[in-house]
């Protein structure tokens, strides 16, 4: 039981350290372009959807689905990339 607990204890902390929260995400996107509208939930979730498209993108080039992999700009909060985010 203790072995099983430790095992979950384990991939918990792995998840957690793979990537930064979506909120430190979010602030350090605005740091790193200089803006000051994090209290602005609509353009958090464009964000968002375009942090997802951008992973999904990513993980498809890491399988050879894409010969390029693509990262979020200034303009990552103001319009959704892909025909399926709105």
């Given at each position: 039981?203790?072995?099983?607990?430790?095992?979950?204890?384990?991939?918990?902390?792995?998840?957690?350290?793979?990537?930064?929260?979506?909120?430190?995400?979010?602030?350090?996107?605005?740091?790193?372009?200089?803006?000051?509208?994090?209290e602005?939930?609509?353009?958090?979730?464009?964000?968002?959807?375009?942090?997802?498209?951008?992973?999904?993108?990513n993980?498809?080039?890491?399988?050879?689905?894409?010969?390029?992999?693509?990262?979020?700009?200034?303009?990552?909060?103001?319009?959704?990339?892909?025909?399926?985010?709105?």
């Amino acid at each position: 039981m203790k072995l099983v607990l430790l095992f979950f204890f384990l991939c918990l902390v792995a998840t957690l350290s793979a990537k930064p929260p979506r909120d430190e995400q979010w602030k350090n996107y605005l740091k790193r372009h200089g803006k000051k509208h994090g209290e602005n939930k609509m353009r958090r979730r464009k964000w968002e959807k375009n942090i997802q498209f951008i992973e999904k993108h990513n993980d498809d080039a890491d399988k050879g689905v894409h010969t390029y992999k693509i990262v979020d700009n200034h303009l990552a909060d103001l319009v959704c990339l892909g025909s399926n985010l709105t």
